[in-house]
């Protein structure tokens, strides 16, 4: 293989309210990328060479659980990349794995120490599935089961459907209006702030007020992903949903480690939570 290749795959149809999409990336190139927090929790099978963090000072596990995180990473590779990877939808992780993603904030942690004999054994699965397509249907199967189990009885750690659906709506309205007050937010939830910062912060991995900055980063990405030569920096900033140019460098630079202006630079702008590339 002369270069690495992405494929990307969508989730079966059930799924979708829950998985935004798979991803596989092999290749013998060696690899050195900056990665942001894109709002998203995964699930990481490595079948070849394990990443490495150089800011964590650690290797990705073979099979990797990464929660919501405020800070920028590299992800290193000399060569020999075979990786597969589940992104969830941000509100919709734990009800696969069994627990709060709360308990998952700023980690990514090896997927056995959650003893989850379930997904260990799809792990082995994938590691040993050789063909794409293959990997995707035993990625569906485990998925549709889980989501099956989940919605026909509760067992600990997994949320109500009820309380998925308030979070759910609460993300999408915060990608629409990232200044959407909490009140309002909780408001819409028909619960109380307190109770609604809990449950936001329980399924989404992150609270409320944090992951309204990680949806206006990467609504500024979005614009600078598709602007002309010329930028206009005023603009993405209220577009994004910045109070102003100040608050947009410093939110900027804490989840990508570079002003705008210096990232456009030295790569190509990607938002990867407002980008759908299956």
Same mark, same amino acid.
């Given at each position: 293989m002369d270069r690495n290749a992405f494929g990307f795959y969508r989730p079966a149809e059930p799924l979708r309210p829950y998985v935004r999409?798979? #991803?596989?990336?092999? =290749?013998?190139?060696?690899?050195?990328?900056?990665?942001?927090?894109?709002? +998203?929790?995964?699930?990481?099978?490595?079948?070849?060479?394990?990443?490495?963090?150089p800011e964590l000072d650690a290797d990705q596990s073979r099979l990797t659980v990464s929660g919501q995180v405020n800070f920028p990473a590299h992800l290193v590779s000399d060569g020999g990349i075979d990786t597969v990877v589940v992104v969830f939808r941000p509100h919709a992780a734990g009800a696969f794995l069994g627990l709060p993603m709360s308990e998952l904030y700023n980690r990514e942690i090896p997927g056995h120490d959650l003893e989850n004999r379930s997904l260990n054994l799809l792990a082995d699965r994938i590691t040993e599935c050789e063909e794409d397509t293959r990997c995707i249907?035993?990625?569906?199967? #485990?998925?549709t089961a889980r989501l099956n189990g989940h919605l026909?009885?509760?067992?600990? =750690? +997994?949320?109500?459907?009820? !309380?998925?659906?308030?979070? %759910?709506?609460?993300?999408? *309205?915060? +990608?629409?209006?990232?200044?959407?007050?909490? @009140? !309002?937010?909780?408001?819409a939830a028909c619960l109380s702030r307190k109770q609604f910062e809990r449950?936001?912060?329980?399924?989404? =991995?992150?609270?409320?007020? !944090?992951?309204?900055?990680?949806?206006?980063?990467?609504?500024?990405?979005?614009y600078l992903q598709h602007s002309s030569a010329r930028i206009d920096w005023a603009r993405i900033a209220h577009a994004?949903?910045?109070? %102003? *140019?100040?608050?947009?460098?410093? !939110?900027?630079?804490?989840?990508?480690?570079?002003?705008? @202006? @210096?990232?456009?630079k030295i790569a190509t702008p990607y938002s990867d939570l407002f980008t759908d590339p299956a």
């Open positions: 999409y798979y #991803w596989v990336l092999r =290749g013998e190139q060696p690899v050195r990328t900056l990665t942001f927090p894109i709002g +998203c929790p995964q699930i990481i099978f490595h079948r070849g060479t394990h990443f490495h963090i249907a035993l990625l569906d199967e #485990w998925l026909t009885r509760k067992r600990r =750690g +997994c949320p109500p459907e009820l !309380e998925l659906r308030r979070v %759910d709506a609460a993300v999408r *309205q915060l +990608c629409t209006e990232p200044r959407t007050p909490v @009140a !309002e937010l909780a408001a449950t936001f912060y329980a399924l989404a =991995g992150m609270n409320p007020k !944090e992951y309204a900055g990680v949806v206006r980063f990467q609504r500024a990405l979005a994004s949903g910045y109070a %102003d *140019q100040s608050h947009f460098i410093r !939110e900027f630079r804490r989840f990508s480690g570079h002003t705008p @202006a @210096a990232l456009v």
